[in-house]
């Protein structure tokens, strides 16, 4: 785990490299992302995660899909924002977990073309529509991929532009394609007032 | 920029916005709430917060936007304010 003194004092120029658990404030049971691959801070981002038998629990031993979606926004508008919100009110990632929680605002539209299974390692490859107000809107596609791959070697030269075209191998798997995912972060205050 | 001139345009903001119905907008008043009148998702508040800043070119804060009402009024309050 990254030391936590470390995230508090250190600026990074994108989330690879930095562990999902130290930044994101989801417990084991709910945090769907395992690493970051791929991230161009005002673009987009690409991160995976694997499924457990856990995750699958009651539920045919499929991965759910609002458990996909989940997963993606995780992946893509909590963790981009939050970063893009560190480098807007120049603090550490701890400070702004300590201030802000992420809320789910809307779906645009899932299409699911293939299933989950535990031990399946997908990608959520994300590109970012909007961001103001720290609400955030992003677009994307999940891919089942060979769970061998190095994934951060094989997206170091990956560009923007090949995101927005989903150039990726032929042996990736189309597992769904998402619109219109929002979220905003909500000052904890305010959350506390209202309860 | 008087308060008339600033609803003009937000109505104009407003007819572009899929979500709210135009006849709505035939009979929209300051005292007209985004939520409970036009039925406005919040994730379009922030969209039509968006498209006001560039359309009247002022610039507002993440907390203006915490901080805003849901009538047309505060939004024309934030609008004159800038």
């Known amino acids: ?195 | 920029m008087t308060r008339e001139e600033v609803m003009t345009g937000l109505v104009e903001i407003l007819r572009t916005v899929r979500t709210i119905e135009p006849a709505k907008l035939d009979t929209i008043t300051e005292e007209t709430d985004f939520i409970t009148d036009l039925n406005t998702p919040s994730t379009e508040m922030i969209n039509i917060a968006a498209k006001a800043e560039q359309k009247f070119n002022v610039e507002f804060e993440d907390e203006d936007i915490d901080g805003l009402g849901s009538k047309v009024r505060d939004i024309v309050d934030l609008i004159m304010k800038k």
């Open chain 1, 1 to 195: 785990m990254t030391d936590e003194k470390t995230l508090f004092n250190q600026s990074f120029d994108s989330l690879v490299g930095i562990r999902p658990c130290d930044i994101l404030q989801y417990g084991p049971s709910k945090l769907y992302v395992d690493d970051y691959h791929w991230h161009i801070p005002t673009k987009g981002i690409i991160a995976s995660y694997t499924p457990t038998h856990e995750n699958v629990n009651d539920h045919f031993g499929i991965f759910r899909g609002v458990d996909q979606i989940e997963a993606f926004a995780q992946a893509s508008i909590v963790s981009c924002a939050g970063f893009l919100e560190c480098v807007k009110q120049n603090c550490s990632l701890i400070e702004l977990r300590n201030k802000f929680l992420p809320a789910f605002i809307s779906i645009g539209s899932v299409n699911f073309q293939h299933f989950l299974t535990p031990g399946d390692r997908f990608i959520s490859i994300a590109e970012i529509k909007f961001y103001k107000f720290r609400q955030m809107v992003a677009d994307g596609r999940i891919y089942k991929v060979p769970r061998d791959l190095d994934l951060t070697a094989y997206f170091q030269n990956f560009t923007p532009e090949m995101l927005f075209a989903f150039e990726l191998e032929p042996t990736f798997t189309l597992v769904a394609e998402l619109s219109g995912i929002t979220g905003r972060a909500l000052k904890k205050e305010i959350l506390t007032k209202k309860i």
